[in-house]
Antibody
Framework: QITLKESGPTLVRPTQTLTLTCTFS??????????VGWIRQPPGKALEWLAV???????YYSPSLKSRLTITKDTSKNQVVLIMTNMDPVDTATYYC????????????WGQGTLVTVSS | SYELTQALSVSVTLGQTARITCVGN??????VHWYQQKPGQAPVLVIY???NRPSGIPERFSGSNSGDTATLTISRAQAGDEADYYC???????????FGPGTKVTVL
């Protein structure tokens, strides 16, 4: 059974750095083809893809946020970490991590999401 | 960068068929995935690789993809199908993933 869970601060001040951790079980991020992505959703708005990291440590980022994002993995801990710098109130959103079994597949398993509010 | 377009909303009468489209340049050459999201819940994959249903997804959900348009079809619509639906592709030229803006489906 595949599960993912996001953790991190619920409140971040403007200009601060956000660090979110995705802890997963039921699969290995060292298995060929597997990826874990981050997707966010501002209140009442659409899904926005942020970043993905693959089993071979390949990483890809949203073009509009690339300069502010870093994604890393710790295979031994079954964790993926997303760092977003210079947070702004417009970054207030629910942040999801999700599992992708191969490059031809969608995100089949999602975490419950974590709401991050950016406010002074 | 690659962009997807979806209608803001679609209405369907109970028991009838709803068609949700996702438009993108030569989207027929890409694998399209569809997600259903109900209020307060995480998205659920309902169609992957254009036309495949994950286990547990009713046969009423089907997909197609050709040319510049991918379509999610919900047959015999039920009240429980009311949700936002998002299409998503992987842009192989950049390695980046793209979501459509979403379509709100209302069952009348």
């Amino acid at each position: 059974q595949i599960t993912l869970k996001e953790s991190g601060p619920t409140l971040v001040r403007p200009t601060q750095t956000l660090t979110l951790t995705c802890t997963f079980s039921g699969f290995s991020l060292s298995t060929s083809g597997v990826g874990v992505g981050w997707i966010r959703q501002p209140p009442g708005k659409a899904l926005e893809w942020l970043a993905v990291i693959y089993w071979d440590d390949d990483k890809y980022y949203s073009p509009s946020l690339k300069s502010r994002l870093t994604i890393t993995k710790d295979t031994s801990k079954n964790q993926v970490v997303l760092i977003m710098t210079n947070m702004d109130p417009v970054d207030t959103a629910t942040y999801y991590c999700a599992h992708r079994p191969s490059e031809y597949s969608g995100y089949g398993y999602w975490g419950q999401g974590t709401l991050v509010t950016v406010s002074s | 960068s690659y962009e997807l377009t979806q209608a803001l909303s679609v209405s369907v009468t109970l028991g009838q068929t709803a068609r949700i489209t996702c438009v993108g340049n030569n989207i027929g050459s890409k694998n399209v995935h569809w997600y259903q999201q109900k209020p307060g819940q995480a998205p659920v994959l309902v169609i992957y690789r254009d036309k495949n249903r994950p286990s547990g997804i009713p046969e009423r959900f089907s997909g197609s993809n050709s040319g510049d348009t991918a379509t999610l079809t919900i047959s015999r619509a039920q009240a429980g199908d009311e949700a936002d639906y998002y299409c998503q592709v992987w842009d192989s030229s950049t390695g980046r993933h793209v979501f459509g803006p979403g379509t709100k489906v209302t069952v009348l």
